[in-house]
């Protein structure tokens, strides 16, 4: 099982400007974006991410994981909203249990990091902005360790990556019964 996720950040790293991922987005990025979302059985978010990101109106149900509450009112009238005080990790295990295989995570950076640690990210759609000064800053090597780049576009200074998890393998240690085989 694994899922989905989406990314912009800006060139130095960061993942907001501003207050919010939007600021470094473009028409280009946000088109993508949608695209994305139309093909998800539901979208996970983190609280934060819930609390200054335009999320009123999705198109499949939104899982909004927090343990605080405290969320915006124009979020609690999405007919699609799903409030869930869990760690990221039984999140995406509940989500797909009860949503489908096709979960899209738009973040935070925090929530997307403990996915990836917990190897239930598969596809990465990471878009690299010109924008730079931002917050939330982290180390796109990092982020992108695990993973091999699947395609790359460069539109108006925005660099658009799809990359695909490098999955582990191990090979055995007898040369007469050699073979690869696939840790996951």
Same mark, same amino acid.
């Given at each position: 099982?694994?899922?989905?996720?989406?990314?912009?950040?800006?060139?130095?790293?960061?993942?907001?400007?501003?207050?919010?991922?939007?600021?470094?987005?473009?028409?280009?990025?946000?088109?993508?974006?949608?695209?994305?979302?139309?093909?998800?059985?539901?979208?996970?978010?983190?609280?934060?991410?819930?609390?200054?990101?335009?999320?009123?109106?999705?198109?499949?149900?939104?899982?909004?994981?927090?343990?605080?509450?405290?969320?915006?009112?124009?979020?609690?009238?999405?007919?699609?909203?799903?409030?869930?005080?869990?760690?990221?990790?039984?999140?995406?295990?509940?989500?797909?249990?009860?949503?489908?295989?096709?979960?899209?995570?738009?973040?935070?950076?925090?929530?997307?990091?403990?996915?990836?640690?917990?190897?239930?990210?598969?596809?990465?759609?990471?878009?690299?902005?010109?924008?730079?000064?931002?917050?939330?800053?982290?180390?796109?090597?990092?982020?992108?360790?695990?993973?091999?780049?699947?395609?790359? =576009?460069?539109?108006?200074? =925005?660099?658009?990556?799809?990359?695909?998890?490098?999955?582990?393998?191990?090979?055995?240690?007898?040369?007469?019964?050699?073979?690869?085989?696939?840790?996951?």
């Amino acid at each position: 099982m694994s899922a989905k996720a989406n990314l912009v950040m800006g060139s130095d790293g960061s993942t907001s400007l501003g207050g919010s991922s939007r600021s470094l987005s473009s028409p280009a990025d946000r088109a993508r974006f949608h695209e994305l979302r139309a093909q998800a059985s539901a979208i996970l978010i983190g609280g934060n991410t819930a609390r200054t990101e335009p999320y009123a109106n999705t198109p499949v149900p939104l899982v909004v994981i927090t343990r605080v509450g405290n969320l915006p009112e124009n979020l609690l009238a999405n007919p699609l909203l799903h409030i869930w005080e869990m760690d990221p990790v039984s999140a995406i295990h509940r989500a797909t249990q009860e949503f489908g295989e096709n979960i899209l995570v738009e973040g935070g950076i925090n929530l997307l990091k403990e996915l990836l640690v917990a190897n239930l990210i598969s596809e990465l759609f990471l878009t690299i902005s010109e924008k730079s000064g931002g917050d939330h800053i982290y180390d796109l090597s990092a982020l992108t360790r695990d993973f091999i780049v699947e395609s790359s =576009e460069k539109i108006e200074g =925005e660099t658009f990556l799809k990359l695909v998890r490098n999955q582990p393998i191990e090979i055995s240690e007898t040369p007469e019964t050699a073979r690869i085989i696939p840790r996951y």
